[in-house]
Structure formats: C-alpha cells, structure tokens
C-alpha cells in the first residue's frame, strides 16, 4: 500500500517560514492535498491539487510537489498556525485514499 | 451556510453494530462525492470510504471492508456509514467530509461523531 511519511514535529519562531514535507514514491505524480488540524477541531483543507488555495486560506500557505516530496510552505508564521498538518494523495492503484503520518508545527 | 452534521455515534460492546448518519445542508448535495474519515484517540487522520455522487464507486479502506457499508440518500440530502462487527480499534471520532467538486481534497468536513468500542 502506499505510504506517506512527514517529519513528526516541526517547531518555528513567529515571522519565520516552516516547511513540511510528505514524502512518497514518485509522489510528483500525484495530487496532494493539505489539511491543518487544530484541537478538537475538524481538518480544514489549506493547499489542493499540490499548491492551490481554497478561499479564504491566507497566502502565507503555500505547495509544491516534485519527484518523491511535496512540502507545505508556511510563510510569516502566526501564532494561530500551530496545529496538526497532514498531506493526502488518491492512490488509483488501490483507489484508496492515504493521509500522511502527520507532522506538528509549534510556533516558538 | 455549507454545513455537515453528523449523529449516531456513541458506546457500542465489541462485535456489535452502529449506524453513523451525516446531514447535509448549504449545497447540492447530490452533486458531490462523500467520505468518512475517522480519528482514532491520539492518532492521525485515517480514510474510512469514499462514496460518489450517484452512488456508482464506492471504496473502502482495508481495515473495514467487509464489516462497514457506505451509503447516500440523495434525496434526504444525508450520508450514511454502517459499521458492523466492531472492534476497539474502530473506537476513534468520525468526520464526514465532502470531496471537491473536482476532487480536489476534502474541501468541507463536519464536527465529527465519537464512537467508542468497549465492553
């Protein structure tokens, strides 16, 4: 089955850029999608289709996706950014869909 | 206001059986492809089944295919997940989650149902 790994945690000062990564076979072959999670909160979709952004997600959010990483890109970290952030791929051999392991970004 | 609500989630002993239910509002429901997603206490986010508009593909994930069924009523503008033979490791929160128009990521998602699984 196909796996996406990201870095368990990733820690920023405010004002900086963090990036986080998914790593996955041949992955720029694929659409990913990205998803931050607060605290008892739902996921919210903040990059599609590897780097666009749905209305409303601020432009500091950003994507890119080539050979076997994609990365989220989030630039001028706020406070508020911290949270749970996982990427997402279709996997049409399987037709399943598979989330990323994860990764935390603490805002220092 | 696009808006997902989930209900039916709660205590069920291992082996036994529970329907999720996801209400839809705001949109065309029948236009969009539907997903459940689940939580697990502590962990990541885990695909559960994808069921398209018209109900003609239907997927699900390893871990429970075969004990749940993914359903729609377009006309009731409600998506539904049966989950039978249950186990504790089913024990997480349930998001239903609208795909995309162009199946482009998981673009609404709801607050969530908590099922736990334990004698």
């Known amino acids: 089955s196909y796996v996406l790994t990201q870095p368990p945690s990733v820690s920023v000062a405010p004002g900086q850029t963090a990036r986080i990564t998914c790593g996955g076979n041949?992955?720029?072959?694929?659409?990913v999608h990205w998803y931050q999670q607060k605290p008892g909160q739902a996921p919210v979709l903040v990059v599609y289709?590897?780097?666009d952004r749905p209305s409303g997600i601020p432009e500091r959010f950003s994507g890119s996706n080539s050979g076997n990483t994609a990365t989220l890109t989030i630039s001028r970290v706020e406070a508020g950014d911290e949270a749970d952030y996982y990427c997402q791929v279709w996997d049409s051999s399987s037709d399943h869909y598979v989330f990323g392991t994860g990764t935390k970004v603490t805002v220092l | 206001e696009v808006q997902l609500v989930e209900s039916g989630g709660g205590l069920v002993k291992p082996g036994g059986s529970l329907r999720l239910s996801c209400a839809a509002s705001?949109?065309?429901?029948?236009?969009?492809?539907m997903n459940w997603v689940r939580q697990a206490p502590g962990k990541g986010l885990e695909w559960v089944s994808s069921?398209?508009?018209?109900?003609?593909?239907?997927y699900y994930a390893d871990s429970v295919k075969g004990r749940f069924t993914i359903s729609r009523d377009n006309a009731k503008n409600s998506l539904y997940l049966q989950m039978n033979s249950l186990r504790a490791e089913d024990t997480a929160v349930y998001y239903c989650?609208?795909?995309?128009?162009?199946?482009?990521?998981?673009?609404?998602w709801g607050q969530g149902t908590t099922v736990t699984v334990s004698s």
């Open positions: 989650a609208r795909e995309g128009d162009r199946g482009n990521g998981m673009d609404v």
């Open positions: 705001g949109f065309t429901f029948s236009s969009y492809s």
């Open positions: 069921i398209s508009s018209s109900s003609s593909y239907i």
């Open positions: 289709d590897d780097s």
């Open positions: 041949n992955i720029g072959s694929k659409s």
